[in-house]
C-alpha cells in the first residue's frame, strides 16, 4: 500500500446557520490528487459546504485549513485566485454574453482594458474541446444552447481555471451519457495532475467509479468517511438515511369517501416516466424522491402548467378523463397547485394580503364589476384566521411577511377557491417550526374536510409526520409506495436512490 496522499484541505468543527443549523461541527479533509464523494439526502448540507468553501456565504465557525493555512474567502473571486474553483448545482451561465464570455468571465484576456477578441477565442476553443465541444462556437450567445450544453460550458469554465481544488455540486444531473464520459475522463485527467476534487452527486454509480472515498452527511453531521473499494451501497443508504422516527401527527385516521384523484400513465418528458397513482378523498398522498426526481414536474404536468406527451387524470370515478392543458382548465376542473416558489408563481407581493387571499375568488366578492370591499374583508380575515396569519392590516402588502405567513396567505387563496383536489410542493421549505405547525393543522383539517391532498417534500420526516401514504419518485419513475406500517427512512430512502444505482451495483 502507498501511503496516503497529503491533504490539501482540512476543515475542522465548522458551522453553519441559516435559520436553522445546517452544517454542525462538520470535519472534512481532502487529499491531493483525490476525489471525495460527498453524499447525503436533500438538504443534508453538502452545497452549503461547497458555498462556504467557494466565498459564497459565510460560516458561524470552525477553521478551514487550505494548504496548511487557515483560509476565509470573502467571495468567489477571492476563493478562485487562491485556486478553489467550482461547479454550482444551480445553472449560472449568463444567457446574454457569449460561450467565451461566460468560460472566463473573470479572468477575460485582455490588453489595456479591452478584451482580446482573438485570445479569448482561443483559450474558449480549448477549453470547449477538451470536453469534446469542438461543434459549439465560442463567439455565440449562452442562451443559444439547450441545458445539458449550458452545463458543460459551466464544467469547462470550471476545468479551464487553474484549480488545486475543484467542487462539482451536481454536475451531471442534466447530462446525457456520452457527456458524463467526457466529463469523467476530464476528471481522471485533472486527478492524475494533482487536482483534488469534490463530488456532489446522488448517483451512487457514479461515486463507485470515480470517488477514492466516500463521505456521508446527514443533517449537517459527517456520519462517517469510506474508503469507495470497501463500502456497500446498503452501508451507505443506511448512514444517509439514519433511524430517527417521524412523531406523528395527532389527526391521522383516514376517513375514505371515495376515490379522489387518479392519474394514469402520465409522461412528460424528461422528467416524469408513465407515472400512475389514485389518492382517496380525505388522504393525504406524501411525495418524496430527490431533488430532480420528477416530483414537482409531476404535479406541474397534473395541473397543466407543463405540457405532457400521455396520461389521464380523473377527479372521482374514472369515468370521464379531465381535459386539462392549461392551469385555467385544471382549476375549473378543481385543482389546486400550491408551488414552491411562492415569490414566482404564487403571490403579487406588492399587493394586499385581502387582494391575495381573494385573488382566484374575485367575483365572488364583486357586484356588478364593483369589489364589495366589505365582503373581501370579512371572506379574508375568516380565511386567515383559520391559518393564524400574522398581519398588521388586511391592507398589509405581502412583502412585509415572513416566509411562513406568506406561505399561508397562498393557502387561504386555495381555502377560498374549495377546490376538491389540492396538490403542495415543499409547502413548508424554509420557514419556521410555528408556522409549520399551523401548515400541518391546515392541513389535516383540509384532510378532514373531505378534500384529496399531495404534498411534495423533501423533509421526510415531516412526510411521515402527515402522510397517510408515501410514494417515492426516482428518476422520473415510481419507485415505491408505503404506509405507516411498513414505512421507515432507511426504506423510503433506498428506493429514491433506487433508479439511480446501476444494474452493476444491483446485482452486486
Ligand atoms: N440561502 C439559504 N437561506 C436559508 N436556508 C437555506 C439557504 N440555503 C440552504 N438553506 C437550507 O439549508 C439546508 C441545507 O441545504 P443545502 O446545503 O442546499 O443541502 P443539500 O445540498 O445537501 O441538498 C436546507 O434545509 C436548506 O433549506
Ligand atoms: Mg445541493
Not at 428 to 453: M, S
Request: net charge negative.
Amino acid at each position: 500500500m502507498s501511503e496516503p496522499l497529503p491533504s490539501v484541505l482540512t476543515v475542522n468543527r465548522l458551522n453553519k446557520a441559516y435559520n436553522v443549523p445546517v452544517l454542525k461541527d462538520f470535519d472534512f479533509d481532502l487529499r491531493k490528487g483525490e476525489v471525495h464523494a460527498l453524499i447525503g439526502s436533500n438538504g443534508a448540507g453538502k452545497s452549503t459546504f461547497a458555498k462556504i468553501l467557494t466565498g459564497l456565504t459565510p460560516r458561524n465557525s470552525g477553521e478551514i485549513l487550505f494548504q496548511g493555512t487557515p483560509f476565509k474567502p470573502s467571495n468567489k473571486q477571492e476563493a478562485s485566485a487562491a485556486g478553489i474553483n467550482m461547479v454550482l448545482q444551480e445553472l449560472n451561465v449568463i444567457p446574454t454574453l457569449t460561450v467565451g464570455e461566460n468560460l472566463f468571465l473573470h479572468t477575460l484576456p485582455h490588453h489595456k482594458g479591452i478584451i482580446a477578441r482573438k485570445e479569448l477565442h482561443q483559450l474558449s476553443k480549448q477549453a470547449l474541446t477538451r470536453l469534446g465541444l469542438n461543434e459549439l462556437n465560442p463567439d455565440q450567445l449562452a442562451d443559444t444552447l439547450g441545458v445539458g450544453q449550458q452545463q458543460l460550458v459551466e464544467i469547462a469554465g470550471a476545468l479551464a481555471q487553474n484549480s488545486s481544488i475543484l467542487i462539482l455540486d451536481e454536475p451531471t444531473a442534466a447530462l446525457t451519457g456520452p457527456e458524463i464520459e467526457r466529463l469523467f475522463e476530464n476528471i481522471q485527467r485533472l486527478r492524475e495532475e494533482g487536482v483534488a476534487m469534490i463530488y456532489i452527486s446522488h448517483r451512487m454509480d457514479e461515486i463507485f467509479r470515480i470517488a477514492d472515498r466516500v463521505t456521508v452527511l446527514r443533517d449537517g453531521h459527517r456520519i462517517n468517511t469510506h474508503d469507495t473499494d470497501g463500502v456497500s451501497m446498503d452501508t451507505l443508504v443506511h448512514e444517509m438515511a439514519g433511524d430517527e422516527l417521524a412523531e406523528r401527527h395527532p389527526h391521522l385516521e383516514i376517513q375514505h369517501r371515495g376515490p379522489g384523484l387518479t392519474v394514469k400513465n402520465l409522461t412528460a418528458k424528461p422528467a416524469v416516466n408513465d407515472v400512475s397513482f389514485s389518492v382517496q378523498k380525505g388522504e393525504i398522498l406524501g411525495i418524496a424522491g430527490l431533488i430532480g426526481a420528477g416530483r414537482t414536474e409531476t404535479l406541474r404536468a397534473i395541473f397543466g402548467a407543463d405540457p405532457k406527451q400521455s396520461g389521464t387524470v380523473f377527479i372521482g370515478d374514472e369515468t370521464t378523463p379531465l381535459s386539462i392543458s392549461s392551469p385555467t382548465d385544471a382549476v375549473k376542473a378543481g385543482i389546486g397547485l400550491i408551488p414552491e416558489d411562492r415569490k414566482q408563481d404564487g403571490l403579487l407581493l406588492n399587493k394586499s394580503v385581502s387582494l391575495n387571499t381573494t385573488l382566484s375568488t374575485l367575483e365572488r366578492f364583486s357586484k356588478s364589476g364593483l369589489i364589495d370591499h366589505r365582503k373581501e374583508f370579512d371572506a379574508t380575515v375568516a380565511t386567515t384566521d383559520k391559518l393564524e396569519l400574522k398581519y398588521d392590516s388586511v391592507e398589509q402588502s405581502v412583502d412585509e411577511l415572513s416566509g411562513g405567513n406568506q406561505q399561508k396567505v397562498v393557502m387561504g387563496r386555495w381555502l377560498l377557491c374549495d377546490s376538491p383536489v389540492l396538490l403542495f410542493d415543499e409547502p413548508t421549505r424554509g420557514i419556521d417550526v410555528a408556522a409549520k405547525e399551523t401548515i400541518y393543522n391546515a392541513l389535516d383539517q383540509l384532510a378532514r374536510e373531505g378534500k384529496t391532498l399531495v404534498v411534495v417534500s423533501s423533509d421526510l420526516l415531516e412526510l411521515m409526520s402527515i402522510s397517510h401514504r408515501i410514494l417515492v419518485m426516482s428518476a422520473g419513475k415510481i419507485a415505491g409506495e408505503f404506509t405507516p406500517d411498513d414505512w421507515s427512512q432507511e426504506a423510503i430512502t433506498a428506493a429514491a436512490f433506487s433508479e439511480y444505482i446501476s444494474t452493476h451495483e444491483r446485482a452486486q
